[in-house]
T-cell receptor, first 112, second 115 residues
């Protein structure tokens, strides 16, 4: 079936460097995407979202890029900090669905 | 402004017992979603409810699981006759409206352990 998935299960970056987390989706009807951050023992925390009529959206230190041609989504974190260490999930809420479909997650580790 | 609240945060049950998980949505939100997360996996949708109505329960097991969102009070996810495979983190999310581009905000989850 159609799903949302991530390319890399783990990512380690040096503090201060930029991080890029990737996500592939296969549901061509998807028109809304969200990135969540989940710290150990906590619930998913909304980071940023993007609608399919956009290809880029920026927040505070984060940027989401959407490439509908290749069904690819990425999250860029600028000047990564120790507090950014967490699991990052992309999720899609496409077409007429009201349920979110989550990827398997990428563990981001920030090295001192 | 309080976020989504869930209780209990941790729940231990023996096989065959019942588990009741509660969720209070964010103030002003009338749509509730339940998800289950197994260790090192993403969240899996279970059920979507509005006040007094189940809208989509396509992700919920047909047996032993039920959910409700009464007119007054929190949403309840009920698991009867729990088995070890029910051990997981259960997350509730809420949104103000039901559109397919509404952001869902999550609670801290209930971690269920079945002995």
């Amino acid at each position: 079936g159609e799903s949302v998935g991530l390319h890399l299960p783990t990512l380690s970056v040096q503090e201060g460097d930029n991080s890029i987390i990737n996500c592939a989706y296969s549901n061509s009807a998807s028109d809304y995407f969200i990135w969540y951050k989940q710290e150990s023992g906590k619930g998913p925390q909304f980071i940023i979202d993007i609608r399919s009529n956009m290809d880029k959206r920026q927040g505070q230190r984060v940027t989401v890029l959407l490439n509908k041609t290749v069904k690819h989504l990425s999250l860029q974190i600028a000047a990564t900090q120790p507090g950014d260490s967490a699991v990052y999930f992309c999720a899609e809420n496409g077409g007429s669905a009201r349920q979110l479909t989550f990827g398997s997650g990428t563990q981001l580790t920030v090295l001192p | 402004n309080a976020g989504v609240m869930q209780n209990p945060r941790h729940l231990v049950r023996r096989r065959g017992q019942e588990a009741r998980l509660r969720c209070s949505p964010m103030k002003g939100h009338s749509h509730v979603y339940w998800y289950r997360q197994l260790p090192e996996e993403g969240l899996k949708f279970m059920v979507y409810l509005q006040k007094e109505n189940i809208i989509d329960e396509s992700g919920m097991p047909k047996e032993r699981f039920s959910a409700e969102f009464p007119k007054e009070g929190p949403s309840i996810l009920r698991i009867q006759q729990v088995v070890r495979g029910d051990s997981a983190a259960y997350f509730c999310a809420s949104s103000p409206q039901s559109g397919n581009q509404e952001t869902q905000y999550f609670g801290p989850g209930t971690r269920l352990l079945v002995l």
